[in-house]
Structures are given as C-alpha cells and as structure tokens.
Antibody, heavy 117, light 110 residues
Framework: QVQLVQSGAEVKKPGASVKVSCKAS????????IHWVRQAPGQGLEWMGI????????NYAQNFQVRVTMTRDTFTSTVYMELSSLTSEDTAVYYC??????????WGQGTLVTVPS | QSALTQPRSVSGSPGQSVTISCTGT?????????VSWYQQYPGKAPKLMIY???ERPSGVPDRFSGSKSGNTASLTISGLQAEDEADYYC??????????FGGGTKVTVL
C-alpha cells in the first residue's frame, strides 16, 4: 500500500532553516510527482510546490520561490522540503502528498514546524 | 495565484443534502477539468474525495459527488451523515505546474 512517512516535529528559531523529509513506499518512487502543502494553525491548505522524483525538476509557488528548495534521493525514495529564513508566520503543519495526475491522492501524516516569535 | 473562494461554513440535518461551492477564474477552475476535493478531520491529514471534477476514488461513498459550471465547481453531499462533519477543501490545477486550494468549508451536521 502507498505510504508517505514524514519526519518528526521541529522547533526552529527565527531566521533559521528547516528541512522536512517524506519517505515513500508501496509504489515506484520515480513514477509520481510529490507535492508539498502547508497548513497554519486554524487556517486552510496552501500549496507550496511540486517535485518530479524522476529528474529532480521542481516548480514552486510564487509565495515560496525565494525561500523553498525541494530535493529527492532516489536511493532512499525520499523527498525533502527545505524552507529558509523562517518567521513565526511559517509555524504550520507541512504535508507531502503524492500526485495522481492532477490531484493529490495519498498524503503524509504531516510535520509540525514551530517558529516561536 | 489567489486562493479559490469557498463559503466558510455550511450545515444540514442528517439525511439532507449540502452543496459547497468553489469559485475561481478562467485560469484555474474554468480552464481545466482538474478540480479535486479533500476532506479533513481535526488533527488529521486531508483525504481525497473527488478528482477530475466528478471522479470518485475507490472507497469514497457515492453520496459524494462533484460538478462544475464555468469558473465554479461544487461538491454535493447527499444523505448527510454525522461522520461527514469535517472541513472540505477544493483544489484546482492552475497551469504551468501550479495548483491552488480553496480556503476551506466547515460542514456541520445539525
């Protein structure tokens, strides 16, 4: 069965960076893109970007283009999302989700990133 | 890319039908047949309920249905059940490998 298992919760200082991992299993890793989506406390879902695990190509949402980097490791079937220059407004749960053509069909459990103000 | 517009909340009694709208533009909802809907319980990850406007993944009850007209997509829950009380988000492909979500709608079962 398809599974996306994310790394654990993080607490970071303002100005620091955070790197969240998402390990895929149960399917061919390079066959499906991976999205990253975040959700601030009490707020809605916000699309951050997408990575093609096959060749590492990416596309980032305009709001994150300067601060986000998505990478992958095909040997461990893991994708990573690194967000830099953190502020308290980046406090959120970060999700990875597998792309099923033009929708998000399987989601990770989420990773809480806290940036105290 | 602006978020798609959803009502903040809708409610209905058990057995009734509720419809959630999702309004975008011709650059996203109106331009593609790639609208999807997600159900989210508090503290849990979202779950895919509808994709490609009208398609239901295996295991999703057939009381959930989707539609689209122009720049507005809709999710209808027929025969509302207590377990349907959750937050619902629409999402649309917006071209050039970009996606956009709606602000979310809280469904309350009275």
């Amino acid at each position: 069965q398809v599974q996306l298992v994310q790394s654990g919760a993080e607490v970071k200082k303002p100005g620091a960076s955070v790197k969240v991992s998402c390990k895929a299993s149960g399917y061919t890793f390079t066959s499906n893109y991976i999205h990253w989506v975040r959700q601030a406390p009490g707020q809605g879902l916000e699309w951050m970007g997408i990575i093609n695990p096959s060749d590492g190509s990416t596309n980032y949402a305009q709001n994150f283009q300067v601060r986000v980097t998505m990478t992958r490791d095909t040997f461990t079937s893991t994708v990573y999302m690194e967000l830099s220059s953190l502020t308290s407004e980046d406090t959120a749960v970060y999700y990875c989700a597998r792309a099923g053509s033009n929708h998000l069909d399987f989601w990770g459990q989420g990773t809480l990133v806290t940036v105290p103000s | 890319q602006s978020a798609l517009t959803q009502p903040r909340s809708v409610s209905g009694s058990p057995g009734q039908s509720v419809t959630i709208s999702c309004t975008g533009t011709s650059s996203d909802v109106g331009g593609y047949t790639y609208v999807s809907w997600y159900q989210q319980y508090p503290g849990k990850a979202p779950k895919l309920m509808i994709y490609d406007v009208i398609e239901r993944p295996s295991g999703v009850p057939d009381r959930f249905s989707g539609s689209k007209s122009g720049n507005t997509a809709s999710l209808t829950i027929s025969g509302l059940q207590a377990e349907d009380e959750a937050d619902y988000y629409c999402c649309s492909y917006a071209g050039n490998f970009n996606w956009v979500f709606g602000g979310g709608t809280k469904v309350t079962v009275l």
